[in-house]
Antibody, heavy 122, light 107 residues
Framework: EVQLVESGGGLVQPGGSLRLSCAAS????????MDWVRQAPGKGLEWIGR??????????EYAASVKGRFTISRDDSKNSLYLQMDSLKTEDTAVYYC?????????????WGQGTLVTVSS | DIQLTQSPSFLSASVGDRVTITCRAS??????LAWYQQKPGKAPKCLIY???TLQSGVPSRFSGSGSGTEFTLTISSLQPEDSATYYC?????????FGGGTKVEIK
């Protein structure tokens, strides 16, 4: 059974850092692109970035709102995905989801984690 | 960036009604569009991918259509458990983008 479990959320002050983890099981992580998506309280979904699979050299891409502050990485040997968040702002307060992406002509996020809440506040 | 405009943003309908949600893209995205259902406090769940392919396990009352810039999600006979917010997402270009969401309420 495919499972994604995020952890690492919590309360952090503006300007601070936090590292989220996403533990994957039930599939071969190295085969898949992985996305991070967030949802601010009461708001819609926002894609914040992705990391490619091994075949595509683990290339990363980011939304403009987080570029230069957030870094996505992965350790396939540990079946884990990470989101390093630096220089956090109050507007980064959200539930953060990791999601597995299928590729080719059928591109979509088929499995999502349960989400972890990040609150940026003084 | 590709903008996805969903309409309506809210709808209220009765059990058994046929419901249609529209997603319009600011430029052509071929068929690289997915629809998700999200219930409060839960992660999104994919209903439709590639614009019209039903995700495994999703009831057949859900269907999707469209290509290019205009897409629709249809619920043929609304059920109480369909009360949720629905989002479209495009996978044609980076950054990936979502529509603003449609909240569906059961009367």
């Amino acid at each position: 059974e495919v499972q994604l479990v995020e952890s690492g959320g919590g309360l952090v002050q503006p300007g601070g850092s936090l590292r989220l983890s996403c533990a994957a099981s039930g599939f071969t992580l190295s085969d898949h692109y992985m996305d991070w998506v967030r949802q601010a309280p009461g708001k819609g979904l926002e894609w914040i970035g992705r990391i490619a699979n091994k075949v595509n050299s683990y290339n990363t891409e980011y939304a403009a709102s987080v570029k230069g502050r957030f870094t996505i990485s992965r350790d396939d040997s540990k079946n884990s995905l990470y989101l390093q968040m630096d220089s956090l702002k109050t507007e980064d307060t959200a539930v953060y989801y990791c999601a597995r992406r299928l590729g080719g002509t059928n591109r979509y996020n088929d499995y999502w984690g349960q989400g972890t809440l990040v609150t940026v506040s003084s | 960036d590709i903008q996805l405009t969903q309409s309506p943003s809210f709808l209220s309908a009765s059990v058994g009604d046929r419901v249609t949600i529209t997603c319009r893209a600011s430029q052509g995205i071929s068929s690289y569009l997915a629809w998700y259902q999200q219930k409060p406090g839960k992660a999104p769940k994919c209903l439709i991918y590639a614009a019209s392919t039903l995700q495994s396990g999703v009831p057949s009352r859900f269907s999707g259509s469209g290509s290019g810039t205009e897409f629709t999600l249809t619920i043929s006979s609304l059920q109480p458990e369909d009360s949720a917010t629905y989002y479209c997402q495009q996978f044609n270009n980076l950054p990936l983008t979502f529509g603003g969401g449609t909240k569906v309420e059961i009367k």
